[in-house]
């Protein structure tokens, strides 16, 4: 039962963020590259603080991020590839906690509904996180067979 709510949960809220960024993708695309400290921390990163290429690594995952939701959250849905899923949606929720607790803004991006969006304190989003992550590191080791099922 714990499973089953936990695949639905994650799978609505994981197309949910998708198709809201998809439908809007230029403009998803726009809020991170300009209202996110990611572009300026990256570049920071990379050798002689190449922004150019910061940008172009964050355009690409930008493109790529709300595909790749989408898949995850419907393989929950569908139950296939529950185990697979459910470690890429960790290892983005643990993404998204490291880039919450860094840069403590208000504002997530993990849904673009400009209009509609309540304002959350910081702390909300990395606690909100957490708490999925939590559901799909269960799905993740509730697919792992035990030893004694193996043999």
């Known amino acids: 039962m714990v499973g089953l709510v936990s695949r639905y949960l994650l799978g609505v809220v994981f197309v949910m963020a998708a198709v809201s960024k998809i439908v ?3 403009d ?3 809020q991170v590259l300009i209202h996110s400290p990611l572009p300026g921390a990256l570049a920071k990163v ?7 290429l910061s940008f172009s690594l964050i355009r690409f995952c930008v ?3 709300p595909w790749l939701e989408l ?3 419907l393989c929950l849905i569908l139950g296939r590839a529950v185990r697979e899923s459910a470690l890429i949606i960790a290892l983005l929720l643990g993404l998204f906690i490291a880039q919450a607790l860094i840069f403590q803004s208000d504002e997530c991006h993990c849904f673009f509904f400009p209009s ?4 959350f304190p910081w702390w909300w989003h990395p606690l909100r996180d957490a708490l999925m992550l939590s559901c799909s590191l269960y799905l ?6 035990k030893k004694s099922e193996t043999r």
Do not use: H
């Open 24 to 26: 809007n993708l230029r």
């Open 28 to 30: 998803f695309e726009n």
């Open 46 to 52: 990379l050798p002689s603080s190449n922004i150019p």
């Open 63 to 65: 493109l790529i991020l």
């Open 71 to 73: 898949t995850c959250g």
């Open 116 to 119: 509609f969006a309540p304002a």
């Open 140 to 145: 993740a080791c509730k697919a792992i067979p």
